[in-house]
């Protein structure tokens, strides 16, 4: 018996292109079969972050996550999700040069069925998007705030906050277009420049703390559904409180067995 109630189309690099300016793209995060599958029918595209070094191994950043461990998660979520396009997030130090890169991205081919990479950083690494594209890699671009440099730029600061800054934003996003890449990935830069880079750009922006300007938004699924109380940054709506109702059936299950009144026959052999 299959798993999969989606009756769509598999959604390709392709129609992605075709929804820039007739319907926005929604992209979630997801890290294992469980909630991709979840997630299957609603969503355009599968985010497997490497945000979830942070929201399920408790890290207190993104920075060691590792190939091994990003590759065992996305064939767990190509398990449970076929339909949207699935996006690899590649780790911090697996794409420093060019053939390091290319390297770690056949990887990400050969051992599982993710559909696109994705890889922080500017016009610094338009030569290795480039690269990846000219090699049959399909490539999204990450600008404006990068959790991989939290280390090197001391925090995580919203961009596009100057003129001076706004322009390099820009740049950045003209430059990695015409090195290849497919998509472009917004995070954390004022909405009226990410709307700028939006309607500049040939190929669609997914926003997070971005503004609604975007061609399409992404949230990491944990935030969204309120399964972090303490965790409540602007950008995040919580459209569930998780947390709360874990705890309150747990509590339930909790005192059901302490008092004895679980399993009661109808749960019994
Ligand atoms: O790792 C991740 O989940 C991400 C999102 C913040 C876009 O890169």
């Not at 999700?81 to 590649?90: E, H, Y």
């Not at 919203?158 to 917004?186: C, H, M, N, P, S």
């Not at 309120?226 to 309150?248: H, S, T």
Request: overall charge negative.
């Amino acid at each position: 018996m299959s798993i999969h109630s989606d009756n769509r189309r598999k959604i390709t690099v392709k129609s992605i292109a075709k929804m820039k300016n007739k319907e926005k793209i929604v992209m979630i995060t997801a890290y294992d079969a469980l909630f991709a599958n979840l997630f299957e029918s609603q969503v355009d595209m599968i985010l497997v972050g490497d945000s979830l070094n942070m929201s399920f191994l408790g890290k207190s950043d993104t920075l060691s996550s590792t190939m091994e461990q990003m590759i065992y998660h996305t064939n767990a979520v190509t398990q449970g999700a076929r339909t949207p396009l699935i996006v690899f997030d590649m780790p911090f130090g697996s794409y420093s040069t060019k053939e390091d890169a290319l390297k770690n991205a056949n990887r990400v081919y050969k051992e599982t069925d993710a559909d696109a990479i994705k890889i922080e950083g500017g016009a610094n690494r338009a030569e290795i998007v480039e690269y990846l594209t000219k090699n049959g890699i399909a490539v999204i671009s990450h600008i404006g705030l990068m959790p991989q440099f939290v280390r090197s730029e001391g925090g995580y600061v919203v961009r596009g906050k100057t003129k001076e800054d706004a322009e390099l934003l820009k740049k950045d996003a003209k430059i990695l277009e015409e090195a290849g890449a497919f998509t472009l990935l917004l995070e954390g830069i004022k909405s009226e420049v990410a709307s700028e880079i939006t309607s500049s750009s040939i190929i669609p922006t997914i926003g997070i703390g971005a503004g609604a300007g975007c061609d399409g938004q992404v949230l990491v699924w944990s935030d969204m559904f309120g399964f972090y109380e303490e965790f409540k940054p602007k950008f995040v709506k919580q459209y569930m409180q998780g947390a709360k109702l874990i705890r309150e059936a747990l509590g339930e299950y909790v005192q059901e067995v302490k008092d004895g009144k679980f399993p009661s026959d109808e749960f019994s052999y």
